[in-house]
């Protein structure tokens, strides 16, 4: 049971317990196969391309969604050339999106999002005088929205700069809308403990395009292709078995994981009516997800400081966007008004699959509680 004085954190996660996962792991000691695409890996790879209505080939795992981001540049983009150094990538994101694209040899060149999608979109790329010094532009699906991903397969057709998409919180909207997998764009998923689907810590690249998996297979193992010779740019981003152990073990319950979170949601959606402000909710967002969009960004803060003092932890996922991180900010960027907004404005709130019906409700209270004077309005996005 929770009391009124309970500190409710903004996610916690819940893997399998170690007798689920156990099953998997004696049929590693009897392999003895740990690593490089053992059993278990091909296994999971299989079930969730099947899941995303794909064929086991378009799905290839990774140590984690960064590696796979990284994995899917390699593969599709190559490496940053002289002539096109440039890798476009919206700013408000998480910091793993421009680090990958850094790691694989690009500078970082940011732009703003749309304020409705959140989202980069083709026509603020097309419009961008840096894209003839791009050799990569790398949209992400944020909170797990996706991008306009017909839009950038037509964009990367005209002007022969790659796409990769970050898609790390995605899982769900690819098993919703499997149209997202095509030949043309790799998605990077992560299954880092923070999300909906995890292994602990992994990812995978999706896309429908065997040869170009075979890269991804290639540029994961150091760049090896039938010999133990370095080929091509690469790094090791396998996935171990025991990791694809968890992530076998999580899919087998991962059914039921998601009706918990859409009864959770479902109580979220009866706490927003009278809140001011907007709350945003899974489905639209991954079920890891709960926004409240503050009117001002003075309300935001205010809101911030009294869900702490109630003992409800907050959190600006992508903070004021990545332009504004001290490592990202060596390079003059032009202004992103609409980045800074939406950082300033999008409150990341508790959610879990197992959050208490009154745990939503204490929130409620004291989100109410830091905006007095604004007018009650039942908008919910859902
Ligand atoms: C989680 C996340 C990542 C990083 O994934 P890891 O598995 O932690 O490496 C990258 N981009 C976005 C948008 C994410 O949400």
């Not at 500190?7 to 689920?20: D, G, K, Q, S, T």
């Not at 961008?128 to 949209?139: E, I, N, S, T």
């Not at 970050?166 to 098993?175: S, W, Y």
């Not at 909906?196 to 193992?221: I, K, L």
Request: hydrophobic share 50%; charged share 20%.
């Amino acid at each position: 049971m929770t009391s009124d004085t309970d500190w409710i954190a903004v996610y916690r996660p819940e893997l399998p317990p170690a007798e689920a996962i156990a099953a998997y792991l004696r049929r590693c000691d009897a392999a003895r196969f740990y690593s490089n695409r053992g059993p278990l890996v091909r296994e999971l790879e299989a079930r969730l391309a099947a899941a995303f209505g794909q064929p086991a080939e378009a799905l290839r795992s990774a140590a984690s969604g960064t590696a796979a981001i990284e994995a899917a540049i390699l593969a599709h983009a190559g490496p940053a050339t002289p002539e096109r150094p440039l890798a476009l990538v919206p700013g408000y994101t998480f910091a793993a999106t421009a680090l990958a694209a850094e790691r694989c040899g690009y500078r970082v060149a940011f732009l703003d999002v749309d304020p409705d999608s959140w989202c980069l979109t083709p026509a603020a790329v097309a419009a961008d005088p840096r894209l003839g010094d791009a050799g990569l532009v790398l949209p992400v699906a944020a909170y797990g929205r996706m991008p306009d991903i017909a839009g950038f397969a037509a964009l990367q057709a005209e002007t022969g700069v790659k796409v990769v998409v970050d898609a790390a919180a995605a899982t769900e909207a690819l098993m919703d809308t499997p149209g997202h997998v095509t030949a043309a764009l790799p998605l990077a998923l992560s299954f880092h403990a923070t999300k909906t689907f995890s292994t602990g810590e992994g990812g995978a690249v999706v896309w429908a395009d065997p040869e170009g998996q075979a890269r991804v297979e290639q540029v994961s193992n150091f760049g090896f292709r039938l010999s133990r010779e370095c080929k091509v740019a690469g790094l090791n981003a396998k996935m171990s078995e025991y990791h694809a152990a968890v992530g076998l073990a999580m899919l087998d319950g991962f059914a039921l994981r998601r009706r918990a979170y859409a009864a959770v949601t479902t109580a979220w959606q009866a706490a927003a009516t009278g809140l001011t402000g907007r709350l945003h909710l899974p489905p639209d967002l991954a079920s890891i997800y709960v926004l409240w969009e503050a009117p001002s960004a003075a309300a935001m803060i205010r809101a911030e400081a009294t869900l702490t003092e109630a003992g409800i932890e907050t959190r600006r996922w992508y903070e004021a966007g990545l332009q504004a991180q001290p490592h990202f900010a060596r390079e003059t960027q032009p202004p992103l008004p609409v980045t800074a907004d939406l950082g300033a404005r999008l409150l990341g709130l508790p959610m879990s699959h197992d959050l208490p019906r009154r745990a939503i409700g204490r929130i409620a209270v004291a989100l109410a509680a830091a905006s007095p004077s604004g007018p009650p309005q039942a908008a919910v996005q859902t």
